[in-house]
């Protein structure tokens, strides 16, 4: 069944080498989803080599897993191994299909990694923005051909995780659209098409949710007695251990992406900006075999 929105696949074009610009963490389970289900090569680019080599061994270590699992025979395993491959310049890009993006989340870092894309691949690359909440349209704002940019919005952990936002921008056209449904399908996601609104609709129903619970603690409520207050609704995780997962900095980008657009709908929690300069050390600690909040967290609300 074709899903809501999609194009006719028969628009879709054939990917056969993908590119991924970044090589940290969310940009590396990126490439391991791509080249375990896509089995094409896959080139990873970043601004110096030892974060490129990082990347590329991190690719490696995911796929001996899944082959510890059994999903992989050895042959299989060293076939997709090589198939990843790092490069410092995005000349590597050149016979790419499609190129997806997973860098800083700051605009003119993404407008300036798509400029510098176009200037490499073919006219018809489709260019792949894994933003959590920035505008899919400014971003493409800028190019020659913005109507090959599209919204592929990913969640943590991508190898787990079966929901793929995908966003149609202004000019995105629909065999950018169809291409990137498609490939969404090979990866094993279930697709959903969204509007370019500020943080798409999962990261605004999770701010949302977040900011409540920052509400709650900024009132004084002990972080550890808010974390665990939902328990018994059998969430997968709590409200902590979800910020842990995504990274609070990136949480509090999305805070702020969505405070710009919408002032009273959604505040931030200045206590959250301290945690993220505090969160150095992680939100959690052991201790003699229980996990808990750090205490010194509690000293921050
Ligand atoms: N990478 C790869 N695989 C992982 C993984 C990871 N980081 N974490 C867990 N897994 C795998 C495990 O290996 C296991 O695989 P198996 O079934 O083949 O053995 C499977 O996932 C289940 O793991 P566990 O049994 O260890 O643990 P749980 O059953 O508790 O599941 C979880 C872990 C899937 C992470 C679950 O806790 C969960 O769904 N949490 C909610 C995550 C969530 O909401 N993410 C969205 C965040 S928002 C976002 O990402 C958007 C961004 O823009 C901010």
Request: glycine share 6%; net charge negative.
């Amino acid at each position: 069944k074709r899903p809501v929105g999609a194009p006719d696949k028969s628009l879709a074009k054939p990917v056969t080498k993908v590119g991924v610009v970044g090589a940290g963490l969310m940009a590396s389970q990126l490439a391991t989803l791509f080249v375990q289900r896509l089995a094409v090569p896959v080139v990873l680019t970043d601004i110096d080599q030892e974060r490129v080599d990082k990347g590329v061994k991190y690719v490696h270590e995911q796929l001996d897993f899944q082959a510890l699992k059994g999903r992989l025979n050895s042959d299989k395993l060293n076939r997709l191994k090589a198939l990843v491959t790092g490069s410092l310049t995005k000349d590597a890009f050149a016979d790419a299909d499609f190129v997806i993006e997973a860098v800083f989340e700051e605009m003119s870092v993404k407008q300036q990694v798509f400029a510098e894309v176009e200037a490499v691949v073919r006219p018809d690359c489709v260019l792949a923005t894994n933003t959590s909440s920035l505008s899919v349209t400014e971003m493409a704002s800028k190019l020659e051909h913005p109507e090959r940019v599209v919204g592929f919005h990913f969640f943590n952990p991508v190898a787990v995780l079966p929901l793929l936002e995908v966003v149609r921008a202004e000019k995105t056209d629909d065999a950018t659209l169809a291409t990137a449904f498609v490939v969404g399908k090979n990866l094993k996601k279930n697709c959903v098409l969204v509007k370019d609104a500020p943080a798409f609709v999962v990261n605004r129903i999770l701010t949302r949710f977040m900011g409540v619970v920052n509400q709650v603690l900024d009132e004084g409520t002990p972080v550890e007695t808010a974390d665990r207050a939902l328990d018994p609704l059998g969430l997968p995780m709590s409200p902590f251990e979800l910020l842990e997962l995504v990274g609070p900095a990136v949480g509090l980008h999305v805070a702020e992406t969505l405070h710009a657009s919408f002032p009273d709908r959604f505040p931030v929690s200045e206590n959250v900006r301290r945690l993220v300069e505090a969160h150095k050390r992680g939100i959690y600690q052991w201790v003699d075999g229980v996990r808990v909040v750090d205490p010194e967290l509690e000293t921050l609300f």
